[in-house]
């Protein structure tokens, strides 16, 4: 399976500001998606991030407050924006290639104060 | 509207002391089934996969069956290592995962 690396691991932030988190795979992959974790709850699918084009967004996300890029199939990146307390989550991204498995990263775990 | 649920919620266990932990689900066309580990602060740790009816997987203590309408995560003689979040999930059409809310296991010495 791939190896998926997420940089920062951890950040404290104040609110209002923006935080950009990175997910590098060691392998080129189909799919890449970004999954949000709040204290004590599963995970919730943001968005699939789509290669060269915009990403596809789940209800109740919008692309203002969380937008991502994915400039080629090895590496995405996934921005918090106008950050408040509520933001305060695990942030994970995950891919998938051929089939319907997926993998995770380490996650980012993003304090909002 | 596909679903996945997952019980107990929470799991204590004495060293030694086996038990199961249910996942059940509604899906349309099931694509596969798949259990992760989830230990805090970190990300789900792929344990599983099962894809029809009768399937099942085994790794170290921990074994995983599945029927029409759910799938259990079998835990024999578990060790305080056991300890984490069990998650299952069901992947929707052409995109990404639904998961249950999960089941803690603490396993005490």
């Known amino acids: 399976s791939a190896v998926i690396s997420q940089k920062p691991s951890r950040d404290i932030c104040q609110r209002g500001t923006s935080l950009t988190i990175q997910c590098q795979v060691d392998?080129?992959?189909?799919?890449m998606f970004w999954y949000r974790q709040q204290p004590g709850q599963s995970l919730t699918l943001i968005a699939t991030?789509?290669?060269?084009?915009?990403?596809?967004?789940e209800s109740g996300f919008v692309i203002d407050k969380f937008p991502i890029s994915r400039p080629n199939l090895t590496f995405s990146t996934l921005t918090v924006s106008n950050m408040s307390p509520e933001d305060s989550s695990i942030y994970l991204c995950?891919?998938?290639?051929?089939?319907?498995?997926?993998?995770f990263g380490p996650g980012t775990r993003l304090t909002v104060t | 509207e596909d679903q996945v649920t997952q019980s107990p919620e929470a799991l204590r266990l004495q060293e030694g002391e086996s038990s199961s932990l249910n996942c059940s689900y509604t899906?349309?066309?099931?694509?596969?089934l798949f259990w992760y580990r989830q230990d805090p602060g970190k990300g789900p740790e792929f344990l599983f996969t099962?894809?029809?009816a009768g399937e099942e997987k085994e790794k170290e203590r921990l074994k995983a069956t599945l029927t029409k309408k759910e799938s259990f995560l079998h835990i024999t003689a578990p060790k305080p290592e056991d300890s984490a979040t069990y998650l299952c999930?069901?992947?929707?059409?052409?995109?990404?995962?639904?998961f249950g809310k999960g089941t803690t296991l603490s396993v005490s010495s």
């Open positions: 392998s080129q992959v189909t799919m």
């Open positions: 099962l894809y029809s």
């Open positions: 995950s891919v998938r290639d051929g089939s319907y498995e997926q993998y």
């Open positions: 899906v349309s066309g099931l694509r596969g």
């Open positions: 999930a069901v992947p929707q059409a052409g995109t990404a995962l639904i």
């Open positions: 991030a789509n290669q060269g084009s915009e990403a596809t967004y």
